[in-house]
């Protein structure tokens, strides 16, 4: 049984940082891309990172410069470092598991993803 398991989010001031981990157990980690989306009230979830099995990355443009998304196959686990944060980073975020990551798009595997973990960017 495959799960995936965010964890790492919390309340930081604008200009701080935070490093969200995804942990999955039950499938092959290291060949899949994984993806890091968000998703705020009344809105659709959004990429943020994502991350190939080669490492290649793509990232969207309002956290290029400021968000760097890595993996360690060893853990099967993929991070989300989050430096400068503004307060319209706010957001649940979501890990999601073997997915593909392509040209530059990814695209996720819609039955693995985490519960979210909250990121409150805030004075």
């Known amino acids: 049984q495959v799960q995936v398991v965010e964890s790492g989010g919390g309340l930081v001031q604008p200009g701080g940082s935070l490093r969200l981990s995804c942990v999955t157990s039950?499938?092959?980690?290291?060949?899949?891309?994984m993806g890091w989306y968000r998703q705020t009230p009344g809105n659709q979830r959004e990429l943020v990172a994502a991350?190939?099995?080669?490492?290649?990355?793509a990232y969207a443009d309002s956290v290029k410069g400021r968000f760097t998304i890595s993996r360690d196959n060893a853990r099967n686990t993929v991070y989300l470092q989050m430096n400068s944060l503004k307060s319209e980073d706010t957001a649940v975020y979501y890990c999601?598991?073997?997915?593909?990551?392509?040209?530059?798009?990814?695209?996720?595997?819609?039955?693995?993803w985490g519960q979210g973990t909250q990121v409150t960017v805030s004075t």
């Open positions: 991350i190939g099995s080669g490492n290649s990355t």
């Open positions: 039950g499938g092959i980690f290291s060949i899949w891309a």
């Open positions: 999601n598991a073997f997915g593909r990551l392509y040209a530059g798009a990814y695209y996720p595997d819609d039955e693995y």
